[in-house]
């Protein structure tokens, strides 16, 4: 059985006194993280704000990473001082990244590497855009990205991985993915790392669908066997609706 993950991508959106606000009207009404893992991804000045407060129930992401350990990269955040902050988690290549800040295949490759090798749990994200999935393209292209991620990568650390299945053409737009459509490429996704590694592998993995999730339609996308939960934007900014949408998987 995999553990749902929720995670909260906040995006370039609230200040710190409105994260810490967040965070203590959320903290005590989360289930612990044996039962579902709870993410918050803030904006990186304002991570050890809230890893000072993360605890048995919130877990605390960052939303970006380098593949350097150090140098001259101006603006950049590298994995060795997140993990001394004590961030658990990193989301990795966000179609936002892809599109805005030439974030390639390749060098999604690199920070999942590099997050490995500092403790940090990556979230990696991949998903078409509307006209891939016109042209009967999807499988093909959220394959291709899932193979050139995981290029190098051991098996043990691929079981331990987060994929988020995000296709652009569903995010922040309020068009969802149907369950159907959601299910079939995450379940592609399974499929894909299955033919690179083996069964349990891919049994391992966690799969999240991202792209307008909400508390009205988290369930059913929950419902789905290869969904194992959601990568959220504006509807985690909320705090009941995270809590909501969190109290979604328990219950599943
Ligand atoms: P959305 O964003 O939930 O606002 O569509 C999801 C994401 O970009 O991770």
């Not at 995670?7 to 009207?25: C, D, I, P, Q, Y």
């Not at 291709?144 to 569903?170: C, H, N, R, T």
């Not at 996704?189 to 009205?216: C, F």
Request: aromatic letters at 6%.
């Amino acid at each position: 059985m995999r553990k749902y993950i929720i995670a909260g991508n906040w995006k370039m959106f609230k200040t710190r006194g409105e994260a810490v606000n967040f965070f203590l009207s959320v903290i005590d009404k989360l289930p612990s993280i044996d039962k579902v893992d709870s993410v918050i991804c803030p904006q990186s000045p304002i991570l050890r704000d809230l890893v000072k407060r993360q605890g048995e129930n919130l877990r605390v992401g960052a939303q970006n990473v380098h593949f350097a350990d150090a140098g001259a990269y101006t603006g950049e955040i590298s994995a060795s001082l997140l993990e001394e902050l004590g961030v658990a988690y990193v989301i990795i290549g966000h179609s936002e990244r892809r599109a805005m800040f030439n974030e390639t295949d390749e060098a999604v490759n690199l920070k999942i590497k590099q997050a490995l090798a500092f403790n940090l749990s990556p979230i990696v994200c991949v998903g078409e855009s509307l006209s891939v999935r016109e042209a009967g393209e999807t499988k093909k292209f959220v394959s291709s990205q899932v193979a050139k991620a995981l290029d190098g990568i051991e098996k043990e650390d691929v079981m331990g991985l987060v994929f988020a299945y995000e296709p652009i053409w569903a995010i922040g737009t309020g068009k969802t993915a149907t369950p159907e459509i959601a299910e079939e490429t995450c379940k592609d996704i399974r499929d894909t790392i299955k033919d690179l590694y083996d069964i349990e592998t891919a049994e391992a993995v966690r799969i999240q669908y991202g792209g307008s999730v909400n508390p009205k339609n988290i369930d059913e996308l929950l419902s789905e066997p290869d969904i194992d939960g959601a990568l959220i934007g504006g509807a985690s900014l909320n705090p009941d609706s995270f809590v909501e949408m969190v109290n979604a998987a328990l219950n599943h």
